[in-house]
C-alpha cells in the first residue's frame, strides 16, 4: 500500500486534460473512487492501481506519492480501509457476492415453495369409483363372471391401472377389455387402460379349480389406480366373496330356479360382456324350464323340463 | 309451542311439495308402459311403449284364462307355463320407441279375461319395476 497526493494527481490529470473516468477506465476503478482520491490529501491505496494511475498520468510513481516518499507500511491498513479504495472492491464484493447470494436463496425458496405447492395443491384430484359385481356362490369346474365397473367424475383422458387379486383356486379364463398382464404365480389379473369416458366397465371369465372343496369361502381384492400428474388408489367395492356350492353363479337366492329378477339382473350386468360367453343358453334355459339340478357325475347342471 | 297458524302454512307447504314431487316420481318411473290394443276374440295385441332411458332386457308376461293355449305369436314367446296358462317373452338389447306383441290363442277370450305383466329393470337404480295391464 502506498500514499499518494491527491492534489498532485488532479493537477497532472487537468494539465494533460484527461477526465476522471479514463483514470478510472485505466486504474480499473470507478469515478468516484478517482475523485475521491483527488479530494483527499494523502489516500492510501493499492500500489498496484498507483502504478496504474502513473502509468496514466505518464509520470512515474514517484511523482505522485506523498511527498515522493517510498510505499508506506502496512500499518494503518485496517484504519484506511474505509478510505480507500477497498471500500470500493467491499461494495463490489456485496453487489457481487452478497446480492447474488440473496437473490440465489430467493429463488431457490420460490422454487421449493413452488414445488411443495403442486406435489399438495397442484395436481386435479380425481374422484374415482370402482364396484365389482361377483356371484355369491358357483360350482367348481364352471365358469362365472366378474365385472367390475370404473366411474369418475374426471372429463377428459384418463390413464388407469386396474389389479385384481383373485384366490389361488380361480383360474382366469378370458378378460374384455383382454388383461394387459397375468401373474404367472398369483393369477392376479392387471390391466393398463387409457380412455376418455367417465364410465368403463372390465370383465373376466374364471374357473375355481374342479378339485377345490363345497362351501369353501374365496377372497376377491382389487385396485384402480388412476394417474393424471399424482397417482390415485381407490379400492374396488361390492362383494368381494365367493361361496362354492353346487348352485348356478345366476341363482343368486340359491333356490334352484333362475327367476325373472336374476335373468334380468344377469342381462344388465352381463349385457356389458359382449364378447364373453358366459353360458347364457343355459341361463335362459333354466328360467324357461323349472329349475335345474347339479350332476355330481358329470359335474355340470342338468335343465329341468 | 303449538302455533295454528304457523302449522297451517307448514301443511299447506308440505301437501304442495308432496303434490308436486310424487307425480314427478311416478313420471321417472314410468320407462316402459303398455295397453292392450286387442284384447277380445282370438286375438290379443299388447303395445309396449319404451321410454329412454331404455331398459336393457324387459319380461312381458301375459296370463290368459285356464284352459287356454298359445297358438302362435309375434314375437315367439320364450316360455309358457301351461298350469297358469302363463306365456313370457324375454325382450333383449331393447330400444326406445313403441313394440308390439301379438299372440292367437286357441278359443276365444273376452275382454276381462286377459292381464298383463311388465317387469324391468330400471338402469338408473337397479330395480325391478312391475307394471299391470288390463285391458
Same mark, same amino acid.
Given at each position: 500500500m502506498v500514499k499518494i497526493d491527491g492534489d498532485k494527481v488532479r493537477k497532472f490529470r487537468e494539465s494533460l486534460e484527461l477526465t476522471q473516468l479514463y483514470l478510472a477506465t485505466a486504474v480499473g476503478v470507478t469515478t468516484d473512487t478517482i475523485s475521491r482520491w483527488e479530494n483527499r490529501r494523502y489516500p492510501t491505496i493499492k500500489k498496484e492501481n498507483a502504478l496504474k494511475l502513473a502509468e496514466a498520468l505518464d509520470v512515474s510513481l514517484e511523482e505522485i506519492l506523498k511527498n515522493h516518499e517510498a510505499e508506506s507500511q502496512e500499518e494503518g491498513i485496517k484504519e484506511e480501509q474505509q478510505e480507500t479504495d477497498d471500500v470500493d472492491e467491499n461494495r463490489l464484493a456485496r453487489i457481487f457476492t452478497i446480492r447474488p447470494l440473496s437473490v440465489l436463496t430467493l429463488v431457490c425458496v420460490v422454487i421449493i415453495s413452488g414445488a411443495l405447492w403442486w406435489s399438495f395443491f397442484g395436481h386435479e384430484t380425481i374422484n374415482i369409483r370402482a364396484h365389482r359385481f361377483l356371484p355369491p356362490h358357483v360350482a367348481p369346474g364352471l365358469p362365472f363372471p366378474v365385472i367390475i365397473s370404473v366411474e369418475t367424475d374426471h372429463v377428459g383422458s384418463l390413464s388407469l391401472i386396474l389389479r385384481e387379486s383373485v384366490p389361488q383356486e380361480c383360474t382366469p379364463i378370458e378378460g374384455d377389455p383382454a !388383461? %394387459?398382464? $397375468?401373474?404367472? /404365480? %398369483?393369477g392376479d389379473l392387471k390391466w393398463i387402460y387409457q380412455t376418455d369416458m367417465q364410465k368403463i366397465t372390465f370383465c373376466y371369465l374364471a374357473t375355481i379349480n374342479p378339485g377345490a372343496g363345497l362351501e369353501k369361502e374365496l377372497q376377491f381384492e382389487g385396485t384402480v389406480t388412476v394417474r393424471k400428474g399424482r397417482s390415485t388408489t381407490t379400492p374396488i367395492k361390492g362383494p368381494n366373496t365367493l361361496r362354492l356350492s353346487? *348352485?348356478?353363479?345366476?341363482d343368486a337366492n340359491g333356490d334352484k330356479k333362475i327367476d325373472d329378477e336374476e335373468i334380468l339382473t344377469v342381462y344388465d350386468e *352381463?349385457? /356389458?360382456?359382449?364378447? $364373453?360367453? !358366459?353360458?347364457i343358453e343355459q341361463i335362459e334355459d333354466i328360467w324357461s324350464g323349472n329349475g335345474y339340478r347339479w350332476d355330481e357325475k358329470t359335474k355340470k347342471f342338468v335343465v329341468m323340463p | 309451542m303449538f302455533n295454528p297458524k304457523t302449522s297451517g302454512n307448514l301443511a299447506f307447504f308440505v301437501g304442495t311439495l308432496l303434490l308436486t314431487i310424487l307425480p314427478m316420481q311416478v313420471c321417472a318411473g314410468n320407462l316402459v308402459s303398455a295397453k292392450y290394443i286387442t284384447s277380445e276374440g282370438q286375438k290379443i295385441v299388447m303395445e309396449l311403449r319404451i321410454q329412454s332411458p331404455a331398459p336393457n332386457t324387459v319380461i312381458v308376461i301375459q296370463h290368459l284364462p285356464k284352459g287356454t293355449g298359445i297358438m302362435r305369436s309375434d314375437p315367439r314367446f320364450d316360455k309358457y307355463n301351461p298350469k297358469r296358462c302363463e306365456a313370457k317373452w324375454l325382450l333383449k338389447k331393447v330400444k326406445p320407441g313403441t313394440f308390439r306383441i301379438s299372440m292367437e290363442i286357441t278359443g276365444s277370450v273376452k275382454a276381462g279375461d286377459v292381464r298383463g305383466e311388465v317387469r324391468y329393470k330400471?338402469?338408473?337404480?337397479g330395480r325391478m319395476s312391475k307394471i299391470y295391464v288390463s285391458p
Open positions: !388383461f %394387459t398382464a $397375468i401373474d404367472e /404365480k %398369483t353346487p *348352485l348356478h353363479w345366476a *352381463l349385457g /356389458k360382456m359382449k364378447d $364373453i360367453n !358366459f353360458g | 330400471d338402469p338408473s337404480t
